[in-house]
C-alpha cells in the first residue's frame, strides 16, 4: 500500500494566505550581496518580524504538509534554503519521515511547477559534533546545506534541527574547528546566517520570544519566519479585573486560522469516544494529595494527616490499596516512572495490576469493534476497499512490557492473554461464514493467532526511549515499523500476500509529539500523563483522518471515523475539559447580552457560503422581524419564536445555528458515554416498514452505461477545444511580480501588493510533459492530443510560446466543462443482478437497521422535535443541514394522506454520479392515493443554487426517472412551500 497524499480545501486556504502575505524576493535591491550564490535571494522587508507570517493549524490538520508544499512555492522566486526547527527530537523524526516520504516525494512531483524540484533534507543531531580521530569537524550535512549553492536550480536545501541543538553550550555556538565554511567561517551560526534563509517555526508555543532560544534562531538571522502551530506562546497583561491573556502573534493576529472547532465540526479530524472504568465510590474517595515532593521525599496528605514517604519506600506501606511494588522513586517520580506535582491526588486503586487489566481488556473490546466495521465496509458497488486499525497504548513502565532476558514484562503477558481469548472467540463468530469478506476476516484472524505463537511475534510492538541504540534485532524491527514504516503498519498484506498483523503498539510518552498514524482508532493510557499538559496533544496522536488499504484518505462524510480514548478513573473529567479546551479556541467572544461586530461578521461569512446575496441588512432585517433585538442591537428577554418563549440569544442561535457551530464543538464529537446521551438515532420501525417494498428496489444495485458514441463525442468536443484559438485558451505566460509594501499603523501591519509582468520573456512547459499532463486530465489518448497540438500550433503561426501552463489548464477546464455538459445527458442506469446493503438497510437480514448515527441525518440539532407520528425517527432532537429549507420542512404539519415522511441519512440510496462518487436525496415522502402509495423524493437547495447543484438535480433526476412505474417521483426543493407544491400535486393527480 502506498499513501496517496492530496490536497484538501483546508489546506489549499492556507497555502493561499502565505502566497498573499508573502512580500517576495526584493528585484529592485542594489546590494552588492544580491547574488551570493550561497544564499537566497533577497527579500523585501528581511528581518522585520513585522513581515513574518504566523500559520495557525490545529492537530491531525496536516501543517508539515502545508509548510512542505510552501517551499516549493517559494523556490519558484528562487528561494532555496531554509531551516525547520522542532522543539523535539520525536518531532524531527516525524518531520522527516514526511519530507523522505516516497509518497510525498511521489506527490509533489506531480504538482505542476514542482516536476523537476526534490527536497535535499539535511538533518544534524547533538551527536554529530562529537570529535571523530582527534580532529573537531563539522557534521557533513550541515556542510552540504550551508555550502549549496544556486546553481543546482532544482533542488531545495532544508536544514532540520531540534531547540536542544540551539543551547549555548550546543556544537552550533562553539567556533573552535579544524575546518571553515563558505571559505572562512568557524562558527555553524554565522554560516547559517549568511546564507539568508528562511525559517520555519514547528510548535511556537514552545519558542515564546522572549525566552533564549528563539533569540538563538535569531542569531540565524532569518530573512523571513513563518511559524506552523495549534498553539502560540501567550503572555499577560495589566492586573486584576483588567488581567488579559494575549496570544503572541508576528501581526497581531494568525495569516491563516483553522482551529480546533473548525476542525472536529468540519470532520477534519476524527471524533472522539471518552471511556473509563467505574470504581466503588468508596476508592473513588479515598484519596491521597500530593502536599509536598522534593529530590529525597513525598509528603501526602488524607483527612488532615500527613504521610512522609522516603525515596525507596513503598507506598503500600501507608495503603493497602497501593500495588505492593510502588516506590518513591525520588526525582519527584514513583518507581513505575509517574510525574508527580503538587496538589495532584493519587487514588490508590488505580494503581493496581487488576485496575491496568481492566483499561486493557476493553480497549481490546474498542479495537475489535472498529476492526470489523472497519474491514467489512461496503459501498454502491459492493466491497470497500478495507480500513487497517491500530491501537495504541500508552505506559508508565518498560520493565512491565519487555522483562529480563528477552521475557515478557506481567502487562505484555496480560494482554497477549486478554488479546488471545477474544481473537478465540471472534474465530468462531465467523467459523461458519460464507461471505468473501468474512472469509478473508476470519483468515486475518488465525495469522494473527499464529503469529502470537512465534518465538518473535509480530502482532504488538512497543517503543521506548532506552530502546535506540538497542542491539537486539527483534526491538529494532519493532521500533522500525513504529517509527519509520508507516506503510507497512498500514498494509494487510506483503508484497509475497502474507498477512501483515502488527496493529497494537506500546510506548511511554516518548509518542506523545511528532508522531501520528492516521489509523490509529484506539488510545489506552494506563497511567496519568502527571502534568497539565494540552488534552488535544494527548489525543493527537489518533486524530488524523484515516487512510484506506489503497492509500486514500477517507473524509468524514463517506466514513464517520471516531477515536476511542480510554483513560484512568482519575482523569474521568477529561471530556469535559478537553470540550473547554476546545472551546477557548474559538475565534471570537460570545456576547449573551447585546449582538456584537464580531458575531455579525462570523454569521454573514458562514451565511455567504450558501447565499452569496446575504448580508449585515438581512441579518439585522430578520433579527427586527422575529423582534430578537433592540435598535442598539440589544438582546430582547422575551422572544416568541415557533411558540415557545425564549432568550433573544437562543432565539439568534435557534435561527442562525451557524453561530455556535462556528464557537462551540458541535455535541456529539466528544462523548463521554457515562456522562452524554448517545449520538445514534433510533429508526421508527413501523413506519420504516411501510416503505420496505421500495426500499427492496433500491437495494438493487444500478451501474451507469455510457452511450456507445461518447468515446467519439469526446475527441469532437476536444477537437472543437482545440480549434477555438481566441485569447481565452491558447494563450502566452508571461512572468508576473507581485510588488508588496508593508503599512504599519498603530495597531497592525498590512500589505499593499501591485502587480507587474514582464514583457519581455515568456514561460514555457517541455511539450512531453504538457502532453503527459493534458493526457492523465482528460483521458484522451496522448497521440490524438499530440495531432491536435500540432494543428493548433501551426494555426498560431508555429510560436511555441503558447505551450505553457495556463494554456494546459485552460485546455482541460474549457473540455471538462463542455464534455459534462453533453454527457449528462448520455448515458442510463442499468440494473445489476445483485443487491447491496445502504446506511439504512440490512440486505442480508431484509430489513432496516435499528438506529443510525446522527450525523448522518445532519450536522445541526434542534431539541424542539417534531410532534408528528408519522416521523421516521424517534424525537428528539431533529438533525438537519439548513434551516431553510431543511428545518422548516422538517417542522411543517402534513396531512393525513402523507402516511410517512423524514430526512434521508447519508449514503441511503447510494445513486452513482457519472463524474465519480454517489449521491442520496435528502427527504422522502410517502403520499397514499386511491390506486396506489406514491414515493416523493426532495433534493433540498438554498435559492441561490450553486453551479454542482444543478448537475446534482440532473443526476438524481435521470436516475428516478427509471422508477416512476413503482411509483417514485423526484423534484428539487427551495423551499417548504415547494415541498407542499409538489405534494398537492400527487394528491391532485397532476403528477402521476
Wanted: proline share 3%; net charge neutral; charged share 30%.
Amino acid at each position: 500500500m502506498k499513501i496517496q497524499l492530496e490536497r484538501l480545501p483546508h489546506q489549499i486556504e492556507a497555502i493561499d494566505a502565505i502566497n498573499e502575505k508573502f512580500a517576495g524576493v526584493d528585484v529592485n535591491s542594489t546590494s552588492p550581496d544580491a547574488g551570493y550564490i550561497y544564499a537566497n535571494p533577497i527579500l523585501k522587508y528581511a528581518g522585520n518580524e513585522k513581515s513574518f507570517i504566523d500559520i495557525k493549524m490545529e492537530t491531525g490538520t496536516g501543517k508539515t504538509f502545508v509548510y512542505t508544499q510552501m517551499m516549493y512555492e517559494m523556490h519558484k522566486q528562487g528561494i532555496f534554503k531554509f531551516v525547520i526547527v522542532v522543539p523535539t527530537p520525536s518531532i524531527k523524526e516525524g518531520t522527516k519521515s514526511f519530507i523522505t516520504s516516497d509518497y510525498a516525494r511521489q506527490y509533489f512531483s506531480g504538482v505542476s511547477g514542482y516536476e523537476n524540484v526534490s527536497i535535499q533534507l539535511n538533518t544534524i543531531n547533538a551527536g554529530d559534533f562529537k570529535n571523530k580521530k582527534g580532529r573537531k569537524n563539522f557534521p557533513a550535512q550541515l556542510s552540504e546545506f550551508v555550502e549549496a549553492t544556486r546553481q543546482n536550480v532544482n533542488q531545495i536545501q532544508v536544514l532540520l534541527i531540534n531547540s536542544g541543538m540551539l543551547s549555548k553550550n550546543s556544537g552550533m555556538h562553539k567556533s573552535d574547528y579544524d575546518q571553515t565554511l563558505l571559505g572562512g567561517e568557524t562558527d555553524p551560526m554565522k554560516a547559517i546566517a549568511a546564507t539568508r534563509p528562511i525559517i520555519i517555526i514547528d510548535e511556537p508555543h514552545r519558542f515564546p520570544r522572549d525566552k533564549i532560544t528563539y533569540k538563538s534562531i535569531m542569531e540565524m538571522n532569518p530573512q523571513l519566519v513563518v511559524r506552523f502551530g495549534a498553539t502560540f506562546p501567550q503572555s499577560t497583561t495589566g492586573r486584576g479585573k483588567n488581567k488579559k491573556t494575549v496570544t503572541d502573534y508576528y501581526r497581531g493576529k494568525a495569516q491563516y486560522t483553522l482551529n480546533a472547532i473548525d476542525s472536529f465540526n468540519q470532520g477534519l479530524v476524527k471524533a472522539i469516544d471518552i471511556n473509563y472504568p467505574n470504581i466503588t465510590e468508596q476508592e473513588a474517595n479515598k484519596r491521597y494529595k500530593v502536599k509536598g515532593v522534593n529530590a529525597k521525599q513525598l509528603i501526602l496528605s488524607r483527612n488532615g494527616k500527613e504521610y512522609v514517604i522516603n525515596r525507596g519506600e513503598k507506598l503500600v506501606d501507608i495503603d493497602e490499596g497501593f500495588a505492593s511494588d510502588i516506590t518513591y522513586a525520588g526525582g519527584k517520580e514513583l518507581s513505575n516512572n509517574l510525574e508527580l506535582q503538587t496538589g495532584m491526588e493519587l487514588i490508590p486503586g488505580t494503581f493496581s495490576q487488576n485496575y491496568q487489566d481492566e483499561i486493557i481488556s476493553q480497549a481490546i473490546d474498542r479495537h475489535f469493534e472498529a476492526e470489523e466495521r472497519n474491514f467489512m465496509r461496503t459501498e454502491s458497488d459492493g466491497k470497500a476497499p478495507r480500513v487497517k486499525t491500530l491501537s495504541l497504548f500508552f505506559i508508565d513502565s518498560i520493565a512491565s512490557f519487555r522483562g529480563p532476558d528477552h521475557t515478557k514484562g506481567w502487562l505484555a503477558q496480560h494482554f497477549e492473554d486478554m488479546l488471545r481469548q477474544k481473537i478465540n472467540s471472534l474465530i468462531a463468530k465467523y467459523k461458519l461464514t460464507v461471505e468473501d469478506r468474512e472469509k478473508e476476516y476470519l483468515d486475518f484472524l488465525r495469522a494473527t493467532l499464529r503469529d502470537l505463537k512465534k518465538d518473535k511475534q509480530e502482532v504488538y510492538a512497543g517503543y521506548f526511549s532506552e530502546d535506540r541504540g538497542s542491539g537486539d534485532e527483534a526491538i529494532q524491527a519493532e521500533v522500525n515499523d513504529i517509527l519509520k514504516n508507516k506503510e507497512r503498519l498500514l498494509s494487510f498484506k506483503d508484497k509475497d500476500g502474507n498477512w501483515i498483523t502488527r496493529r497494537f503498539l506500546f510506548s511511554k510518552w516518548t509518542l506523545r509529539e511528532g508522531w501520528d498514524n492516521p489509523n490509529v482508532f484506539v488510545i489506552a493510557k494506563l497511567r496519568t500523563s502527571g502534568s497539565e499538559i494540552s488534552k488535544i496533544q494527548e489525543v493527537g496522536r489518533g486524530l488524523r483522518l484515516p487512510v484506506d488499504e489503497t492509500g486514500h484518505r477517507l473524509q468524514q462524510d463517506e466514513f464517520e471515523s471516531r477515536l476511542s480514548f480510554l483513560i484512568g478513573y482519575d482523569e474521568k473529567d477529561f471530556a469535559t475539559k478537553l470540550v473547554d479546551q476546545i472551546n477557548e479556541d474559538s475565534p471570537i467572544e460570545m456576547n449573551h447580552e447585546e449582538l456584537t461586530d464580531e458575531m455579525i461578521d462570523l454569521i454573514v461569512k458562514a451565511r455567504q457560503k450558501t447565499d452569496e446575496l446575504f448580508n449585515e441588512d438581512k441579518l439585522l432585517a430578520d433579527l427586527d422581524e422575529h423582534k430578537i433585538i433592540t435598535r442598539s442591537n440589544k438582546f430582547k428577554s422575551d422572544v416568541q419564536l415557533d411558540g415557545k418563549t425564549l432568550m433573544g440569544y437562543d432565539a439568534l442561535v435557534q435561527l442562525y445555528p451557524e453561530l455556535e457551530n462556528k464557537t462551540r464543538v458541535a455535541s456529539g464529537k466528544i462523548r463521554d458515554p457515562k456522562k452524554y446521551p448517545s449520538t445514534k438515532v433510533k429508526l421508527r420501525k413501523s413506519n420504516w416498514n411501510q416503505l420496505k417494498e421500495l426500499w427492496q428496489e433500491l437495494s438493487r444495485r444500478r451501474m451507469i452505461r455510457f452511450d456507445d458514441d461518447v468515446d467519439n463525442m469526446a475527441k469532437i468536443i476536444a477537437k472543437n477545444v482545440f480549434e477555438d484559438l481566441c485569447k481565452d485558451i491558447f494563450v502566452l505566460q508571461t512572468p508576473q511580480m507581485i510588488s508588496q509594501e508593508v503599512v504599519v499603523n498603530k495597531q497592525h501591519a498590512t500589505i499593499q501588493e501591485t502587480n507587474y509582468d514582464y514583457k519581455t520573456t515568456y514561460l514555457t512547459m517541455k511539450y512531453g510533459q504538457f502532453l503527459k499532463q493534458l493526457a492523465t486530465r482528460t483521458n484522451l489518448p496522448v497521440q490524438f492530443l499530440h495531432e491536435q497540438m500540432i494543428l493548433a500550433i501551426k494555426r498560431l503561426g508555429g510560436n511555441k510560446a503558447y505551450i505553457n501552463e495556463l494554456t494546459l489548464n485552460n485546455l482541460v477546464n474549457r473540455f471538462n466543462t463542455d464534455f459534462n455538459e453533453k454527457v449528462k445527458c448520455s448515458y442510463e442506469y442499468v440494473p445489476l443482478d445483485f443487491t447491496s446493503s445502504t446506511s439504512i438497510y440490512d440486505n442480508k437480514k431484509q430489513d432496516f437497521v435499528d438506529e443510525i448515527s446522527a450525523n448522518e441525518l445532519g450536522i445541526y440539532t434542534d431539541n424542539n422535535s417534531t410532534s408528528d407520528d408519522k416521523y421516521l425517527y424517534d424525537r428528539p432532537p431533529l438533525r438537519y443541514d439548513s434551516v431553510n429549507p431543511e428545518l422548516k420542512i422538517l417542522k411543517k404539519t402534513y396531512d393525513n394522506n402523507i402516511t410517512v415522511f423524514g430526512k434521508l441519512p447519508k449514503r441511503a440510496i447510494k445513486i452513482p454520479r457519472y463524474d465519480n462518487g454517489t449521491t442520496t436525496p435528502d427527504f422522502i415522502f410517502k403520499i397514499e392515493r386511491d390506486f396506489k402509495p406514491t414515493y416523493l423524493m426532495i433534493e433540498t437547495k438554498a435559492e441561490n443554487m450553486r453551479l454542482g447543484d444543478e448537475k446534482i438535480k440532473i443526476i438524481q433526476e435521470k436516475y428516478f426517472n427509471h422508477l416512476q412505474e413503482s411509483g417514485v417521483y423526484y423534484k428539487m426543493a427551495t423551499s417548504e412551500q415547494e415541498v407542499h407544491q409538489w405534494i398537492n400535486k400527487i394528491e391532485s393527480g397532476e403528477i402521476g
